[in-house]
């Protein structure tokens, strides 16, 4: 079982950075690939990105390559979404979700969620 708790949200301006963290709890972090998701009011989850439980493997949404990065320390049991050139329409609840192994991009493959960040960006 897994425990995941996001922080790192806050308000930026348009073209800013942030940094969102997701801690994990529990011994058996290393075994679960963690996924980013984010959702605006009323609509669905959506997917940001994905890292591997080795952290070997990345996938992004299309409107976020090249902008945001996943990587993860698994020795910390944290994974982190470093996420560059913000646009005011990257304003969301972000989520973070663990599976075991294999990653995936689908909401509905994850077991565990964290209660979210918020990302405010300001034009």
């Known amino acids: 079982q897994a425990e995941l708790a996001e922080s790192g949200g806050g308000l930026v301006q348009a073209g800013g950075s942030l940094r969102l963290s997701c801690a994990a709890s529990?011994?058996?972090?290393?075994?679960?690939?963690i996924g980013w998701f984010r959702q605006a009011p009323g609509k669905e989850r959506e997917f940001v990105a994905t890292?591997?439980?080795?952290?070997?493997?990345?996938r992004y949404a299309d409107f976020v390559k090249g902008r945001f990065t996943i990587s993860r320390d698994n020795v910390k049991n944290t994974v982190f979404l470093q996420k560059n050139s913000l646009k005011p329409e990257a304003t969301d609840l972000y989520y973070c979700?663990?599976?075991?192994?294999?990653?995936?991009?689908?909401?509905?493959?994850?077991?565990?969620w964290g209660q979210g960040t918020q990302v405010t960006v300001s034009s």
């Open positions: 979700a663990a599976k075991l192994s294999p990653m995936s991009s689908s909401s509905d493959d994850y077991e565990y």
């Open positions: 890292v591997s439980s080795g952290g070997g493997i990345t």
């Open positions: 529990g011994r058996t972090f290393s075994k679960y690939a």
